[in-house]
Each structure stands twice: as structure tokens, then as C-alpha cells.
């Protein structure tokens, strides 16, 4: 029997490849080769850059740069501060969604004012999902002006048990709404901080235990698994400055074949996780060229040597993990 498996190309609606503005921790380039390397075909990239991506000119620009480097097919989010609702009309063809930022993260662009953020959802006048990165209570508050102007929402990398039922309990009340993990909190705890060091700081901060469980537990309910590759250099993660994020392009899917083979999922969660829900919530079809082929039982070690990202890391070096991508095919 063939002992490959093929897998429609993965879908990672979760991804910072930092182009233009930061392309010493990756661009459009390197981040859409580590990608395919990572067996996944289609990325959606965040606004969060130094320019963040807040008007029409600024995502024009960074859809040439897409287009011209990126070796893998992709989507871009727009942004807003609640400053620049006026831009959102000339945009809903050309994004896949809007995002917003209700905690703190990379680049200061959280929105905390209650009135911005409800006139944020009444103006985002577009079927494409609003996706917010809300930790805690803050979950609470997207679904609640969600459900007031019947938006699309997308909750980004849940990672604790009270965010989940939170996104859980709105489902159950028949609102559209979804939700994503990364596989960072599936796969590390707050336990591995003290081995992890300036490595593990990410937002939302790795969970404890319970939390994690909670996840796995619940494995069945979440729509999507989504790496949020936020790629910092090993410089900026070992200096006294704290930046928040890791790599995860070249890991997702070896950490979840790897939980296939320990029986924690099974392969139908991978592409539905990874494939068929990000097509089904961002209204879109992937090439089905697009193909990914895995030897599910090779075994290997993860090293940082062998990554094509040029952040040059991963949180889970040293891991051996079993399920390696052994072909990608792409069309442009
Ligand atoms: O840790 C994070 N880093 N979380 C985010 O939400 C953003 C990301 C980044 O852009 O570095
Ligand atoms: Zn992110």
C-alpha cells in the first residue's frame, strides 16, 4: 500500500509576513516558500505592519508586493483604529476580511474605545468576516456587536476555556460565528516558558494546562487551526525588548499529523480545520490543484537549520515529530 497521503494544499488564515516594512524578520518571499515547505498553499496575511494596512493606497501597495514575491497564493486583511471607516468602502473587493484589535499586540493598534468599536461593526457593510483578536472578556464584547449588527465574526487564536465557551455559547444561539487555535497553544503550555525564555512570548500568552486540555477537549467544535506565523529574529527574542510571537508556517501541519498519530485527531480534522471550513467562512475556493503530499508515519526532528523562514526558529526545535511533507504543488 502507498504509504503517502494527500491532503488538499492547507489554508493558513493566520499569518504576519511583516512585507513592506519589516523584511528582516520575513517577507513576502521567504514567509510564502516556508508555506509550502509547511504543505500550506494559500496564507491570509494581517495589516499589522509598520504601515499598517489602515487606507486603499497602503493595501494596493502591499497587494503588488504579494503579487510579485509571493510563491504561494494569498489574501490580505484590511485593518482599522476606528479612524479610517471612511476607507472601508473602496476595500471590500480586494480583502479577504476586516481585522481588528481588541487586546494589545504587535504595533499598537488595539482599539479600546467602546464607541469606536461599535462603529466599527455598523460600518463594516461587507458579508467577509470581522475577525478580532479578543482575549478574555474582550471576546465577549465582539460578539455582542456582532450579534447587534449581524456581522460575520471570526475569533483569532482562541487559547483558553473561558474564550472557547464564550464562541461556543454564541454558536449555539445560531449566530455565524467561528473561531481558530494555533497550534502553539495546542502543542505548548505556560509550563514551557522557562525553557522557552523571550521564545515563548506570544499574545495570547501560552495557557496553562487546563486551558490546553479544554482545546483538545473541544477539538471537534473549533472550526480552524491557524499558525499565526509572527516571525521575530532570534536577535529581537534574546534582547531585554519583549516581542511577541514565533514562527509556525513549517510546524502546523507535522505538530497535527503528529496528533493524528497519537490519536489526539484524525486526518478529516485536519482538512476540515484547515481547508474546508477557512473556504466555507471566507467564502472561497482554493484551486484543487493545490495539493499537499505527507509520508504520515516518517519520523524526524525539527531544527532550526533545516527552516526556510527568516526569522531562522522555531518554538519546538529539538521536538521529533512524525509526519513530514514530502511533495506541494501550487497554481498561481
Ligand atoms: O504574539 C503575537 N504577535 N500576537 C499577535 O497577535 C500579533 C503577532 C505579531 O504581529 O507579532
Ligand atoms: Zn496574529
Known sequence: ?????????????????????QTHKEDFHSGSVAALAGGITTVFDMPNNLKPVFTKHVLEEKLEIAAQKSACNFGLYFGTNGENISEFEGIYDKVVGLKVYLSET???YTVTDEEKIQKIFASWICPKPIVVHAEGKK??????YARDFKRKLHVA???????????LEAKKSGMPISCEVTPHHLFLTD???DRLKGYGLVKPPLATRKDQDYLWAH????????????PHTMEEKESDTKYFGMPGLETLLPLLLTAVHEGRMCMDDIVRMTNTNPQRIFDFKQNEGNIVEVDPEFEFEIKNENLKTKSGWSPFEGK?????????????
Open 219 to 230: 477539538i471537534n467544535e473549533i472550526d480552524c487551526v491557524a499558525s499565526d506565523h509572527a
Open 1 to 21: 500500500m502507498n504509504k503517502y497521503i494527500k491532503l488538499p494544499g492547507l489554508i493558513d488564515i493566520h499569518v504576519h509576513l511583516r512585507d513592506p516594512g
Open 157 to 167: 487564536h482562541v487559547s483558553t476555556a473561558e474564550e472557547l465557551d464564550q464562541v
Open 320 to 332: 521529533t515529530l512524525n509526519g513530514k511533507i514530502t511533495n506541494v504543488q501550487v497554481k498561481l
Open 106 to 108: 504587535t504595533g499598537k
Open 191 to 193: 509550563k514551557d516558558l
Open 139 to 144: 471576546a465577549d464584547l465582539a460578539i455582542k
